[in-house]
């Protein structure tokens, strides 16, 4: 069977394109990372994991790809960052409660960069090519000030270094907002500064010798803005046009529209040739806020309230990237139900490899055809929906065959899985950050009531055997009977 094509909606165009890179099977690709002012919430790692998901289709269609994913540890603007000093998201995140803990901004940046990358190990994502932080890369943001100030793309102010949008004819065209009423009710958030000369001219330079985080400059002390660090780490490592730039859907205006005013104005050549974007992550329903008690981190599902990592990965990628999705506690729950029928089969394949008896291969055609179906929906825009349940049905298929399957069959299960898990990342872990965990949780004694039930059942006082279930049921704590005994997980 033929490679299916890779399709993904373009943010520029406005419609589902084949995803062509420069070079022939070598995708070049840029997602923008988070800032680390605070733990990363679900919201932000349902848009990360539409780049992994991509990366993975890529890799199934063997190609190679180069994915960088910054880090962003300067801070930038909360809503406007005036020049008279207001709060930028560093800042802000050293003065809350949180924040109380460290001596400085640098030791903030670190801890919650560490967080992050722990939490996307946690979540099976792949680790980019280079995740770049954008302090590691002050000098060439100011080289690129320099240069647009010099070819009269940007000017310098008492406040600041601002590119100057009516400099570029094509601002506006990824977001739409081009003329100058649109523009004025789209720059909310970028910098309000009386120096400007236009409303949607933004900061390439912040001169502020009291920032937190200051450098010197030919333009004096200050910080980069924002958008320009994103062009100079993008073009560092994948050149002066990249095949594809994800992110979440907040992005597209101002930060994106930015990114591709300077980068062009930078080379002369186009920035990027296909944008993606991630929309919106609700929760039940809501909005994600911790005013309305459904605001979740990754380590508030599976530290606190014990979910499995894959379980959390697969509820955040059950809905397709390009609507809006809402994350429900029954949903991850369904999940985690789902993953279990994963690892089930993997523990059988294992086995049946291990000792089964020998035979014809009663699943392979089966598992091959489910497989290539699964990849063509994850080539048809990442359509996760149909993937997952192709995937599905392929656990079905291997459960009715039983875990005493032949060798043969085993190992077409065991292929099946393995090339499941590099296209999704939802069979297995793939780093010891994955394993979940059961914080609060006395597993000794959880055991011990598990075999005093064993026993009470024994005996047929079956009282007994229910009030103990019934116990660890009130305490979150749910028992599966199965051949091999009992086990437990909690429950979400």
């Known amino acids: 069977m033929a490679s299916p094509v890779f399709r993904l909606y373009d943010t520029m165009s406005r419609q589902v394109e084949e995803v062509t890179p420069l070079e022939p099977d070598h995708l070049r690709m840029y997602t923008c990372g988070p800032t680390v002012y605070n733990v990363a919430h679900i919201g932000n790692f349902h848009t990360f994991l539409t780049s992994d998901l991509i990366v993975r289709t890529a890799q199934a269609l063997g190609w190679r790809v180069s994915h960088v994913s910054n880090?962003?540890?300067?801070?930038?603007?909360?809503?406007?960052?005036?020049?008279?000093?207001?709060?930028?998201?560093?800042?802000?995140?050293?003065?809350?409660?949180?924040?109380?803990?460290?001596?400085?901004v640098w030791d903030l940046a670190d801890h919650y960069a560490s967080l992050y990358k722990e939490d996307s190990r946690r979540?099976?994502?792949?680790?980019?090519?280079?995740?770049?932080?954008?302090?590691?890369?002050?000098?060439?943001?100011?080289?690129?000030?320099?240069?647009?100030?010099?070819?009269?793309?940007?000017?310098e102010t008492p406040t600041g270094v601002y590119f100057s949008v009516k400099s570029f004819k094509g601002y506006g065209k990824l977001s739409g907002?081009?003329?100058?009423?649109?523009?004025?009710?789209?720059?909310?958030?970028?910098?309000?500064?009386?120096?400007?000369?236009?409303?949607?001219?933004?900061?390439?330079?912040?001169?502020?010798?009291?920032?937190?985080?200051?450098?010197?400059?030919?333009?004096?002390?200050?910080?980069?803005?924002?958008?320009?660090?994103?062009?100079?780490?993008?073009?560092?490592?994948?050149?002066?046009?990249?095949?594809?730039?994800?992110?979440?859907?907040?992005?597209?205006?101002p930060h994106h529209e930015c990114e591709i005013a300077q980068s062009e104005c930078l080379t002369g050549k186009p920035f990027c040739n296909h944008w993606v974007h991630t929309r919106f992550l609700q929760v039940e329903g809501e909005k994600m806020s911790k005013s309305e008690g459904n605001f979740y981190s990754v380590r508030d599902l599976v530290d606190e309230m014990g979910a499995d990592p894959l379980a959390v990965r697969y509820a955040l990628i059950a809905g397709v990237y390009g609507k809006p999705m809402n994350f429900t506690l029954q949903g991850l729950r369904d999940a985690a139900g789902n993953i279990e029928r994963f690892q089930q089969c993997d523990a059988w394949?294992?086995?049946?490899?291990?000792?089964?008896?020998?035979?014809?291969?009663?699943?392979?055609?089966?598992?091959?055809?489910?497989y290539e179906e699964c990849l063509v929906a994850m080539c048809d825009d990442l359509n996760t929906a149909v993937a997952l349940a192709k995937a599905l049905e392929g656990t079905r298929a291997i459960l009715r065959e039983g875990e005493a399957m032949s060798k043969a069959s085993a190992a077409s299960a065991r292929a099946f899985l393995d090339k499941t898990n590099g296209l999704l990342g939802i069979v297995r872990p793939e780093s010891p950050g994955c394993t979940?965990?059961?914080?609060?949780?006395?597993?000794?004694?959880?055991?011990?009531?598990?075999?005093?039930?064993?026993?009470?059942?024994?005996?047929?006082?079956?009282?007994?055997?229910?009030?103990?279930?019934?116990?660890?049921?009130?305490?979150?704590?749910?028992?599966?009977?199965?051949?091999?005994?009992?086990?437990?997980?909690?429950?979400?």
């Open 71 to 104: 880090i962003t540890d300067v801070g930038h603007l909360t809503e406007s960052d005036v020049s008279d000093g207001s709060e930028d998201r560093m800042a802000k995140g050293l003065h809350s409660k949180e924040g109380s803990a460290f001596a400085n």
């Open 123 to 155: 979540l099976n994502l792949l680790e980019p090519m280079v995740r770049p932080r954008a302090t590691q890369h002050i000098r060439e943001q100011i080289l690129a000030a320099e240069k647009l100030v010099k070819n009269g793309h940007a000017y």
């Open 177 to 253: 907002n081009k003329d100058q009423e649109s523009l004025k009710r789209a720059v909310r958030n970028v910098v309000t500064d009386d120096n400007k000369r236009h409303p949607a001219d933004f900061a390439l330079w912040k001169k502020d010798d009291k920032h937190l985080m200051q450098w010197y400059s030919p333009f004096g002390w200050g910080f980069p803005g924002w958008h320009l660090e994103c062009t100079v780490m993008a073009q560092t490592y994948l050149g002066e046009t990249i095949d594809l730039h994800a992110g979440g859907e907040d992005l597209v205006f």
């Open 349 to 370: 394949a294992v086995k049946a490899l291990a000792k089964g008896p020998f035979g014809p291969d009663e699943l392979g055609p089966t598992l091959d055809g489910l």
């Open 436 to 492: 979940p965990k059961a914080p609060g949780v006395d597993e000794g004694r959880i055991l011990a009531l598990i075999e005093e039930r064993g026993e009470a059942k024994k005996g047929r006082d079956f009282a007994r055997a229910d009030a103990i279930r019934s116990q660890l049921e009130s305490e979150g704590i749910e028992l599966r009977d199965g051949p091999e005994g009992t086990t437990w997980r909690r429950r979400v």
